[in-house]
């Protein structure tokens, strides 16, 4: 049995685990599957076996009783790769092997150790690996005001979480010394999303986040800023197809 493990680094969210099933969902993330070997594995009901990718906003749904998922963002140096390689399809499945992991990966060093045939098998070197997914996994957006505002939103992943009374769209703009509606359509052409759904999905990230560390569902909730346990539980299942009680069970940490 593999104990699930999470990991969260700015652009990316590792999970390797056990016993995945997730109902019809989609989200801003580059999805990345690589079933362990002699895994059951089904996208939409139909059996695969092979690393798979799966583009932003296509909606899925999965099971799988072992193996390996990234999300990605796509405005990112790993996802512009993963773009490149699903070449305009919504999802994309490639032969790979899969050597069975024998050391629960603890530290992030391990899991890129674990993670060299599956970029080696995307034609990523393993300096690609390390230098820019695990450590540094750099936003491709342009815009320096846009970069600015990113880089306040990674503080969340190492921090205190986002508060959206804080990142009302008026007020950032006004941070950028931009109108609102500039700021708008700069972000929308920036990260191919607007804002407010990319503030969502920052937010569940800091839920997430916060979940890992311990935190209640009532707790992760509020530091995200929901309001309550169930506004957290219903927006989680339509961004992961799974409740919030099984994500406990999933990426909660042991005490």
Known sequence: MIKPTVWIHTGVVIIYGNS????????????????????????????ISGLTIIDSKIEHQLQMSAGWILLVEPKSDLGQELSTRLAGQPFKTFSSCFSTVIKQPTKIEEVGEHLVPLFQQLNLSKQHLFHNMLFSNQSTVK???????????NQCLHGDCIKPVNWRASQVASQLALSESRFLHLFRDELGIAWRPYLLWRRMMCAMQAIINNSSATDAAHLAGFSDSAHLSRTFRSTFGMTIREALTLFKKDS
């Open 143 to 153: 815009d320096k005001r846009i970069q600015q505002l990113l880089t306040e939103l």
């Open 20 to 47: 995945l099933d997730a109902a019809p969902h989609n989200h801003q993330a580059i999805q990345v599957i690589w079933p362990q070997s002699k895994s059951l594995c089904k996208l939409n009901t139909n059996d």
